[in-house]
């Protein structure tokens, strides 16, 4: 996970993609699920501040908030105050599940086409 934040702070730092939107998938959620029900999300480094619901128990969705919150925070610290506007979407996937997979994509086209009715492009 560390590799993947530090990727994606990288690739957000570039200048070529000052302008660019980003979307965002979280893939292979289903083995999410599954990890998180025997593996403590606090064994990453980079979500050591994480609080489960009660002591010893993790709810699958308060986690996926969680991981979802943290990559929200490194969008926007490594994004330039003015480049914040551009859209910023995060998906949860599972390459598996193909009607999740459409229903992702046709999620993400609507917002696409939202964002460029909105600025006019």
């Not at 403590?40 to 996926?64: M, N, R, S």
Request: a positive charge; glycine letters at 2%; hydrophobic letters at 35%.
């Amino acid at each position: 996970m560390m590799e993947t934040k530090e990727l994606f702070d990288w690739v957000l730092k570039q200048r070529c993609f000052e302008k660019t939107s980003f979307m965002l998938f979280l893939n292979k959620f289903d083995i999410f699920e599954r990890k998180i029900q025997k593996v403590p999300l606090t064994v990453c480094e980079w979500f050591k501040d994480y609080e489960p619901i009660a002591p010893g128990k993790q709810d699958v969705e308060h986690a996926y908030e969680f991981v979802k919150k943290k990559f929200e925070e490194v969008y926007f610290q490594s994004s330039k105050p003015e480049r914040v506007d551009r859209v910023f979407k995060i998906y949860r996937t599972t390459a598996l599940d193909q009607k999740l997979v459409k229903k992702t994509f046709k999620l993400m086209d609507e917002s696409m086409r939202r964002s460029r009715e909105g600025t006019g492009t």
